[in-house]
């Protein structure tokens, strides 16, 4: 199967990793573009293994990962214990 | 000679604590272990039967042993002011609290004044090390962002902060952090904290003689105390230290007295508040030092850490750990130690007679914490990194004294993985894009997690050293239970090679260990120095509003315990765990047993009105099995204490349920 991976991170100067497709054959649709994966390649090793935090890059980006990361405190778009899809 | 070995065996279960002690005991040297064996302690005050708060006293007034008293007895047992076994064991409690929660709150302190000296552009040794702490903190606070600088918004949160210690009304701001449940149980019973330093002053204004003589009332305040420090100066240092020194990260490092090295001039750095080790730690790498080390004959610098100022460094550098709290001294009797340099908190004075036994420099540098006898070294804030190479440099001008054939360190070292902060932690489970608690829920659910355990606290000279806490979490682990630890447990969890990923297959049962592999974390979460217990009641929130495991952190399958306390930190950081609703186990000692009636309000009434109450329980393994207990308790209640049978619907099934 065909697979060839491409970034529109270049193109639209985003810093999301999440921009990242790939092209793929799908029954009866032909080539597809669909999102790739997310993981980082390899094994990481040296001293900044582990670092995770900087990852994130600029200021905006951050604020969204509060947003996302830790919505229990900072988004009303998440469900859980104190936001349920069906009251108890 | 067996007898005498068996004895020194059952100080400590660690190899390097047991040959140090050998080396102290060859040379004269007498160390914490000796003088508690020594020394017992005084069975009136253990118990809580002392009162020492006005000058008719001190009065005592013993429970008899092993024997039941008359309420004729009981009413019998005052002291001369009339204040009953109750008013006096609780008086003596909530004291604990009140000092505990300083101790916090003080650390705290200090921290907001280095935050703000540093957003104000006064000292330049500091910095914002992680951005997104400091965005988080101004979202709690209420902080305008835009397009301010970070240092403007540092300003502000600085000033937030500051005044969380002397607010004389209303809540304290990090209180809305916790489930919204559990702040309505603390409104209700009036314990939210007004301001940190007011409760705490407060509590002892209540505690002075003739003032506050309702033990239940003296235990409300004493909550409010608690909760002034675990929802109040712990979390604002946790928060305020991450954002400046940064936010933990898993983190490889080593940890035992083998840490040490002979050819390079080692410096211990110990105590509590990370600003100094912090410097030390980059200055250490400066390669003018290194050179200076080596004209002195040595091969580098060897910075290591004690007690929790070690997890600080750890946690951020990989800086190694020499020892836990009862290793201070023993440090200093390897004889290869230059400089021991200690600001506040756990600092045994003992360390001065032992360092006076060999070349080694004892530097205060905390004017809050003077040692007699000791070199004085101030921290100044406003220059820390000129204070730390002054101290560094103080260190291997000390090189040279070294007396080689007093040398002996102890080649035990084990290697551990640290720095799970509650992000950490929902990082991991759940990737960048979509950070969650869910996967652990899931595995809380399922039953291959069966709960979570936090094991934390000192160590104690009257349990062998570090024993209690590997017993009890080796049996927690065995059951499933997932461990989150701080301060001295940590590290003797680490010293027994606990923090390792691999340490699941070996000492999990197999669900738990199913589940770190899959994470690929060790089963005993290394989550930071005594005042990161702040990151578990963060992480227990998290549990909580993640969903499908009740609405309170009293609904989680979760318990905590110190099974080798010491200090009166400890007994504030249970009451806050008590009163955010865990369930809390201590080993060792306890100090209310002076009067029955109050330690059964601690026991079973606090149950009642939080959700969580303490226990006492000195043989950690049934520690373990009351934690356990408590955890199916809990479980059962949630409905998750049994596998449910799984039902494949056909279609006609479905057609049924939809019609």
Redesign the interface.
């Known amino acids: 199967m065909e697979k060839k991976a491409t970034s529109k991170t270049a193109a639209t100067g985003s810093a999301d990793p999440?921009e990242k497709f790939v092209k793929k054959q799908a029954p009866g649709r032909g080539t597809v573009e669909i999102l790739a994966e997310?993981?980082e390649p390899g094994e990481p090793e040296g001293?900044e293994?582990?670092?995770?935090?900087q990852?994130?890059g600029d200021?905006n980006e951050?604020?969204k990962?509060?947003k996302?990361?830790?919505r229990?405190?900072?988004s009303d778009d998440w469900?859980?214990?104190?936001k349920?899809k069906n009251p108890a | 000679m067996a007898e005498e070995k068996q004895a020194k065996q059952e100080k400590s279960i660690d190899q390097a604590t047991l040959e140090m002690l050998a080396k102290a005991a060859e040379e004269g040297i007498s160390t914490v272990f000796d003088r508690a064996e020594h020394m017992k302690p005084c069975p009136i005050g253990a118990d809580g039967s002392c009162c020492k708060n006005c000058a008719m006293g001190p009065c005592r007034i013993p429970l008899g042993k092993g024997k039941d008293e008359t309420p004729e007895e009981h009413a019998r047992r005052v002291g001369v002011c009339g204040a009953t076994a109750e008013t006096i064991a609780a008086r003596n409690f909530v004291r604990m609290i009140a000092a505990g929660s300083a101790s916090h709150g003080d650390h705290g302190r200090r921290v907001v004044e280095a935050f703000k000296l540093m957003a104000e552009g006064k000292t330049k040794d500091f910095e914002i090390k992680d951005e997104q702490k400091l965005l988080k903190l101004a979202l709690d606070l209420g902080v305008d962002i835009g397009d301010r600088s970070n240092n403007e918004i540092a300003l502000d949160i600085a000033k937030i902060c500051e005044r969380e210690f002397g607010k004389q009304e209303g809540e304290l701001i990090f209180i809305k952090n916790a489930p919204l449940k559990r702040q309505e149980i603390w409104r209700e019973l009036g314990v939210v904290p007004r301001g940190i330093d007011r409760e705490i002053v407060e509590l002892m204004h209540r505690t002075h003689m003739g003032v506050d003589q309702d033990y239940k009332n003296l235990m409300l305040q004493g909550t409010r105390a608690a909760l002034a420090d675990g929802w109040g100066g712990s979390m604002i240092s946790t928060e305020i230290q991450d954002c400046m020194f940064g936010t933990p990260t898993p983190t490889f490092s080593e940890i035992n007295l083998g840490v040490l090295k002979e050819e390079n001039v080692n410096i211990v750095v110990h105590g509590h508040e990370p600003a100094l080790a912090e410097m030390l730690a980059v200055e250490s790498k400066d390669p003018e030092l290194i050179e200076y080390a080596k004209s002195k004959g040595a091969k580098g610098i060897g910075l290591v850490g004690m007690c929790c100022t070690a997890n600080e460094v750890m946690m951020r550098h990989g800086i190694p750990i020499g020892g836990n709290y009862l290793q201070q001294e023993l440090a200093i009797v390897t004889g290869a130690l230059e400089a021991m340099v200690v600001d506040v908190q756990c600092i045994m004075q003992g360390l001065m007679e032992v360092a006076r036994c060999f070349h080694t420099r004892l530097i205060n540098t905390d004017n809050r914490s003077r040692i007699s006898g000791a070199d004085y070294m101030p921290f100044d804030e406003l220059h820390p990194r000129e204070s730390a190479k002054a101290i560094i440099k103080a260190a291997i001008d000390n090189y040279p004294n070294r007396q080689a054939d007093k040398v002996r360190i102890p080649q035990v070292k084990t290697p551990l993985i640290a720095g799970f902060s509650h992000e950490t932690i929902n990082y991991l489970l759940g990737g960048l894009f979509r950070a969650s608690y869910r996967p652990l829920n899931d595995n809380i659910i399922n039953g291959r997690i069966r709960g979570l355990a936090g094991v934390v606290g000192c160590n104690n000279a009257r349990t062998p050293h570090d024993s209690a806490h590997i017993l009890m979490i080796k049996e927690l682990l065995k059951n499933d239970v997932l461990v989150l630890s701080t301060g001295c447990a940590a590290m003797a969890a680490a010293k027994q090679g606990l923090m390792v990923p691999e340490a699941a297959k070996e000492f999990c049962g197999p669900g738990l260990a199913e589940v770190c592999e899959t994470v690929g974390i060790p089963p005993v979460l290394h989550m930071g120095a005594c005042i990161d217990n702040s990151r578990i009641l963060i992480a227990a929130t998290a549990v909580v509003k993640d969903g499908g495991l009740g609405d309170d952190i009293s609904d989680l399958p979760a318990a905590g315990a110190a099974p080798e306390w010491m200090s009166e930190k400890a007994i504030a950081i249970g009451q806050y765990f008590v009163a955010s609703g865990v369930y809390t186990v201590f080993g060792t000692t306890w100090p209310t047993t002076g009067s029955k009636e109050f330690t059964k309000y601690l026991f079973e009434g606090m149950e009642e009105m939080y959700g969580g109450k303490w226990a006492f329980e000195p043989d950690p393994v049934k520690a373990a099995h009351l934690m356990i207990a408590h955890i199916d308790k809990k479980r059962k209640a949630l409905g998750i204490d049994k596998a449910r049978e799984r039902i494949l619907y056909d279609m006609a099934m479905r057609r049924e349920l939809e019609g």
């Open positions: 999440a997310s993981y001293e293994a582990g670092r995770w935090r990852k994130l200021r951050k604020i990962y509060l996302s990361g830790e229990y405190w900072y469900f859980g214990s104190e349920r």
